[in-house]
């Protein structure tokens, strides 16, 4: 390039000269020539700024550099003067001691995601952005927002494509490792290549894992080793600082001193404070805590490390107030976000935007807090003033928009709503369900482009399985043309139709959209038949909600006509899981609890019901952790009637069938009778012991219908509204309910929890009672790979009620480790029970679909089935039961054969990497020798076609 430049070198062009002086490091000519240069356009300018900011740095002018940038960028029009910006103030962090450096990372943060949003618009490299993001919400210690970054939606905020940067991975696997998640951080370690970043994320891996089997001195040893593998200064910084936090000897920083005194001596400070530390390092850390914001800053992370995140936020709190630091204060707001406590979040965001004053760079990330908190509080006025703060930092930032949008729809604003979705001309474009069902919502109402029913059509096929939204879009299209501006182009009304049909046959049951057709019954084959087929018809709403967990269980028991207690002990086809736990967690729920310590509870049949199943020394320590728990006559009248009713029961049940529309009938072995007949004798026995108060009537909810027939269940309820107690209830969807009438509920499950908090529960104990019922049907109990093996195992390792809970999305939040669990169980019993093994791979499949986004769907997919066929126990007798479980779960969610087609694929190819093609051919065949033909053709067609892809 220098021999061009010098080839066609003019010297009127102050900016070839000054290039040309930059590539023979005549730093001063080229400083000089640059500024001769005059651009004509505000591209020019800001391509002049970078230039200018590069050789600034080179010349040890950062300072210089940032104005530079700063001034060229405060119109936000060229991100690459941003992704410049944010780079030098990354650097410059590294020159600072702690409070400098947190301020650059904050800055540098708010920059980076204003370039990466902008990138995103045209298509352009928002990952570069999106990386400097992360590098500096590392910087800033929030690791929460650095590994949201990282992660593609649900979990996360990146693009697929950025997700996949291998420039992100590596800041990915850095930040799995720092945040304890060390099986992806492993993954993700063998891919990278920097000898530097290797050794880094191995050391921080160990680091996190100190509690289990890593020695401190292995830690120290492998900070040498990212010393030894450091090639520049700040590469050098990074290391000589965790070797401090390690308590190590530092090795010889005097050629980093003259550069950077601030931070060498925080780092010397750290490691005086911890060196040689044989006792408590949390203690030697307190002690020194006013030294060194960093000291703070460390401090607050032992503690986050150890799971104990609101010491953690008090502490960065404290720090903050010593130092008078807004960014420690920010910190320190994230934190108590984290842990649920949202009032403390409030809080210091408030004390950190007053802090910090106008023009802060940390602001944005404090208003989208603010946002956040006074949401999950239900201050929707004040989330709404905090959203609109946030939108005015950057009109570009779609998540500020959003917000804004769902706080005006909440407060039936809609009208404001839609302009702000649609205020710089085009709507914002949907990303998830829950958007594209406002999106529809509002612009049925306010859009007046004539193509919108068609781009809403258009968007129904983001989500062709999802029967709600689907029918709720079609809702309010049908909605939009019944008294339309303008007659709707017949093209766009035979579209609408189109769809409608599709849906209409699709989902004949849908209880959001759907067509009645009128006419008479066929006619009954006997009076039975049809009186069974009536019952089962005109319960089929109530009974498919309640299934899903969408009404209370006492609405199904008034629609069956059964005891509220005998519905909650029984399962059945319309309650084959008992819904307990909040998905996800409520505040209330906790706030509830403790309240309980010290009020009166009043106890509903579901939470006595599980109280049935545990021990009676467990259950009677979880009634007495509260001062009086009470429950109403009324629902020990139901609890005794539903027992005699079991008694009285024979092991033979009639019901419709509706499948063979015929009635069928329904066996229970004599050890599930004699399981029924004891939970409901222990039911009564529990209730029968609380004392009790009369409700023969409704007081406190007057929207429900008058009357006593079929209400016991609301009679708990009820008596606490009216007396201000609160409500033990292990059915969710009723402490939904309590919640909305201001009634403080809590389920047994917080109450575990809240005894182990309390040290009134041992670990163990708390495991054993979770597992309990875990056993007993209790879905979307947070997943933890001691706690479902201690279910299944008390099982017999046999697909019970653990492999339903794997069904479920809830217990996929980390489907690295559940597809783990999956796989260990299906290994524990495939030798001796393969159907059970086919099972457990049916309900994994079936679960890892429902909690992935579609976009992500089939590739997370194929991974599992991957797993699943590269494992040490597949075997010719054992893979036809394995493709059995994976066909049975792609069945249950609808889906296709790609992913498992896939995973073969590349299964063979590993198979071709190690041995000829022949070979590899005539492995697979062999493999699939006992499979069904259908299986047989897939695996041909594999080998057949492997060499066209």
Known sequence: ???????????????????????????????????????????????????????????????????????????????????????????????????????????????????????????????????????????????????????????????????????????????????????????????????????HVRAVIAESSLADDTTTSEVKALWLRVWEAADSEGEQLTAAAGLAAAGADLPDLSHLRADFPDLVAEIELLARALRGSAGDELALLRANVTQSPMIVVKLAARYHRSGNVVMAAETLKDGADHWRDA??????????????????????????????????????????????????????????????????????????????????????????????????????????????????????????????????LTLMKRWPEDEELLGRLLGALHWRVVEPAEPLPEQEAEQLREATASYLERFPDSTVFRAVSLGTPESPLENLAEELRR???????????????????????????????????????????????????????????????????????????????????????????????????????????????????????????ERSANPAVLTSTPKQLAELRSTAARLVEIMQSAPRVSRPELRSLPQMPSGRRGKAWLTALDYA???????????????????????????????????????????????VIKAELLRNYYVDIPFAADLYAAAAQADGWQAKAVAVALSRSGAWSNAQATAAFALDAASQIVSSLPHEASTWLSNAYAGLHRATVPSHRERNLQVLCWQILTQPWISVPSLPFVLAGLRAGREAVADTDAPLRAALTQYYGALIDQVDHVTAASTLMGLFALTDEEDKAIAARTVLTYGAR
């Open 1 to 199: 390039m220098r021999d061009y430049l010098a080839a066609h070198h003019d010297a009127s062009s102050p900016l070839l000269s000054g290039l040309l002086a930059c590539l023979d490091k005549d730093w001063a000519e080229g400083i000089e020539q640059l500024g001769r240069w005059e651009p004509h356009h505000a591209l020019a300018q800001a391509m002049k700024a970078q230039f200018q900011a590069e050789v600034l740095i080179k010349t040890g002018r950062p300072a210089e550099a940032l104005a530079k940038l700063r001034a060229a960028d405060q119109e936000g029009t060229f991100t690459g003067v941003a992704v410049s910006l944010a780079g030098v103030l990354l650097q410059h962090a590294v020159h600072s001691r702690t409070s400098n450096r947190l301020a650059a990372g904050q800055e540098a943060f708010a920059v980076a995601v204003r370039a990466r949003n902008g990138r995103r618009i045209w298509h352009g490299d928002s990952a570069e952005a999106a990386v400097l993001a992360v590098q500096a919400a590392v910087l800033s210690g929030d690791l929460a927002t650095a590994w949201k970054l990282t992660q593609p939606e649900p979990e996360g905020e990146a693009e697929p494509r950025e997700a996949a940067d291998r420039r992100m991975q590596e800041q990915t696997a850095l930040v799995a490792a720092m945040t304890g998640r060390q099986q992806e951080a492993e993954q993700l370690l063998a891919d990278m290549t920097n000898a530097f970043a290797q050794a």
């Open 721 to 767: 509204k009216e007396h201000g107690h609160i409500v033990w209830c292990d059915d969710r969807v009723l402490r939904a309910v309590a919640r909305s009438q201001d009634v403080p509920s809590f389920g047994t499950l917080a109450l575990v929890d809240a005894c182990l908090q309390s040290e009134l529960m041992a670990p163990q104990e708390n495991l």
């Open 327 to 456: 960014r420690l204060m920010a910190l320190a707001a994230g934190l108590f976000h984290e842990a649920r406590e949202y009032p403390l979040a409030r809080e210091c965001a408030d004390a950190a935007l007053r802090m910090a004053g106008a023009g802060w760079a940390g602001q944005g990330r404090m208003y989208a807090l603010l946002v956040e908190a006074h949401w999950a509080d239900g201050r929707l006025d004040r989330a709404t003033d905090a959203a609109t703060s946030l939108l005015a930092l950057d009109a570009l930032d779609p998540d500020a928009r959003w917000a804004l949008v769902k706080c005006y729809a909440v407060r039936a604003l809609a009208e404001q709503a839609w302009q702000t979705l649609a205020e710089h001309g085009e709507p914002l474009d949907p990303r998830n369900r829950d958007e594209a069902l406002l999106w529809v919502g509002l612009g049925a109402s306010y859009s007046a482009d004539p193509q919108f029913i068609g781009r809403a």
């Open 535 to 657: 019952h089962y018809e005109s319960t089929r709403e109530v009974r498919e909600k309640a299934a899903i967990g969408e009404l209370p269980v006492g609405m199904l028991a008034m629609a069956a006509g059964r005891c509220y207690a005998e519905t909650c002990m029984r399962r059945t086809a319309e309650r084959p899981v008992v819904y307990a736990a909040d998905l996800p967690s409520d505040p209330a729920e906790t706030l509830a609890v403790q309240a309980a310590r010290t009020g009166r509870v009043m106890l509903d049949t579901s939470a006595a019901t599980t109280l049935a199943l545990l021990e009676k020394g467990v259950s009677e320590q979880l009634i007495g952790y509260s001062q009086a728990v009470m429950t109403t006559d009324q629902l020990l009248a139901d609890a005794l009637q539903a027992k005699e009713s079991i008694a009285l029961r024979t092991d033979m049940t009639l019901a419709w069938d």
